[in-house]
């Protein structure tokens, strides 16, 4: 059974700080893609960060505010995010992709809300 777990949303005040974490299991985790996308109230679902097999993007909104890694040997997956603002404010989504074998898994989310 694939499990696609996050943790570390949270309120945090402009400017401040929060790493989400993903932990996957039931997964070849190397293999995988691994994004983390985000789904604000009226707004539909957008990419935040992906990484892949030599390297990372990002998008434009988050790029020099955000970092997405992984750790291979932890299935573990994070986004540090700095600077936040008040519109990240929006359920954050990890997703688990590999297109060459039709395989693509989400989280249930964690809400990140960023307001003073």
């Known amino acids: 059974q694939v499990q696609l777990v996050e943790s570390g949303g949270g309120s945090v005040q402009p400017g401040g700080s929060l790493r989400l974490s993903c932990a996957a299991s039931g997964i070849a985790f190397s293999l995988y893609d691994m994004g983390w996308y985000r789904q604000a109230p009226g707004n539909q679902r957008e990419l935040v960060a992906r990484i892949i097999r030599g390297g990372t993007n990002y998008a434009d909104s988050v790029k020099g505010r955000f970092t997405i890694s992984r750790d291979n040997a932890k299935n573990t997956v994070y986004l540090q995010m700095n600077s936040l603002k008040p519109e990240d404010t929006a359920v954050y989504y990890c997703?688990?992709?590999?297109?060459?074998?039709?395989?693509?898994?989400w989280g249930k989310g964690t809400l990140v809300t960023v307001s003073s």
């Open positions: 997703n688990a992709r590999r297109l060459s074998a039709g395989m693509d898994y």
